[in-house]
């Protein structure tokens, strides 16, 4: 009975084992199998990532060959419906500028502003076509890079920084329009230099102002349209930036004759010097400026413009990401050499309400005193790309 038992046993563990190994080669094959499935695949793989990459360098290779490759467009405009005491209400699409870029190397970069201004332009229309910049940047290095062409005079706050999200209030203040005069530029050439980390150094050889025999400032802006270039100007301008929040810079300009050698008229020599303060501590923020002109010549002088001068003060506060109110206080005198002659005063408060960092709606109220007299209100729409 043992024998038998024992037998049994050892036929069962012999079945078992040679099932074992049946299942155990089955297994192998499976596996084996598989592998070569993983194999196929892997090396599927391998030849679609070639074919990715060829196919990426292409598109790289063609990109670099258009001719629009490392063009950039931009741009900014902006409409002002505006209603004083004194006038007719008025709507206008005060401006619409279109800005193209385009780098030829890590070094040499060109800039340019084509404008529309008042919409419409041509004879007998309020409007004009302005080319406002058009002009090669240059980095010899890292710390001096050089302009040449036509660019925006380095002085004040927003004559080099104008796009509407930029600033408060519909319009642009009267300082800086009046006595700076904003938008301002001119043709030469101009160098950057960087001198230490939050300190850097502007000048400028540039064409003049041509205020004629009535030196009104605004009005003698040439826009280099076939300037009388017999008098060049001279700008120089200190910025620092270290201290984080703060900006203080200072500008002068020398103009050996602001009438261009006009015959009948005396040599006028003409100094502007500018300076101002931007700080701003979280939300809120505060700009002053100050600028005023020293122009030499008896015609000068019997108009009251041989001195032209104005400040302003604006603090303002961003009350979240869409909201920002402000407040300004004006004075400017383009007749500050006569005793007799009043400044112009302005107080003006406002909203500015962001739909997008680069969209804004404006509101502002103005009251006008001293030599003007008026109040009245603006609403503005703004944008930049």
């Not at 563990?13 to 190994?21: E, P, R, S, V």
């Not at 080319?131 to 240059?138: F, G, H, R, W």
């Not at 000068?300 to 109110?325: H, I, M």
């Not at 404006?362 to 008026?374: I, M, N, T």
């Amino acid at each position: 009975m043992k024998k038998t038992i024992t037998a049994t046993a050892l036929m069962s563990l012999f079945a078992t084992n040679a099932i074992a190994t049946e299942e155990t080669q089955e297994l192998r094959e499976v596996i084996a199998e598989q592998q070569k499935v993983l194999e196929s695949l892997e090396k599927r793989l391998v030849e679609t990532e070639v074919r990715l990459e060829a196919t990426a360098d292409q598109i790289d290779a063609s990109a670099s060959a258009s001719p629009f490759a490392n063009t950039t467009i931009g741009g900014y405009g902006e409409l002002h419906y505006n209603n004083y005491e004194d006038k007719d209400a008025s709507v206008d699409f005060h401006r619409f500028v279109l800005f193209f870029g385009h780098e030829f190397d890590s070094k040499t970069r060109f800039f340019s502003e084509f404008e529309l201004e008042h919409s419409i332009a041509g004879e007998g229309k309020s409007g004009e076509v302005e080319l406002e910049q058009a002009y090669v940047e240059y980095d010899y290095s890292e710390n001096i890079t050089t302009k040449t062409g036509l660019f925006l005079i380095p002085v004040g706050l927003i004559n080099e920084t104008h796009e509407p999200p930029a600033f408060y209030g519909v319009e642009r203040n009267g300082v800086e329009k009046n006595i700076i005069p904003a938008t301002w530029w001119e043709a030469g050439v101009a160098a950057n230099f960087k001198v230490a980390p939050g300190l850097s150094i502007d000048a400028a050889v540039t064409s003049g102002l041509n205020v004629g025999d009535d030196y009104k400032i605004r009005g003698g802006r040439q826009k280099v349209a076939k300037a009388s270039a017999e008098n060049l100007a001279y700008t120089g301008r200190v910025k620092y930036t270290a201290i984080p929040g703060l900006e203080l810079a200072a500008t002068v300009q020398y103009q050996t004759d602001v009438t261009q050698s006009a015959a009948g008229v005396d040599e006028a020599a003409a100094t502007l010097i500018e300076a101002h303060l931007v700080y701003n501590v979280e939300n809120f923020s505060i700009r002053a400026l100050y600028a005023t002109w020293d122009i030499d010549g008896d015609e000068a002088a019997a108009l009251g413009r041989d001195e032209q001068t104005g400040w302003y003060l604006e603090p303002s506060y961003k009350l979240n990401e869409e909201f920002g109110v402000f407040a300004r206080y004006a004075e400017y005198n383009n007749e500050a050499g006569d005793s007799s002659s009043d400044a112009v005063e302005s107080t003006s408060v406002g909203i500015n309400y962001y739909l997008h960092e680069n969209v804004v709606l404006k509101a502002d109220y103005e009251d006008l005193g001293g030599s003007k007299d008026s109040k009245g209100f603006n609403l503005g729409f703004g944008y930049q790309f």
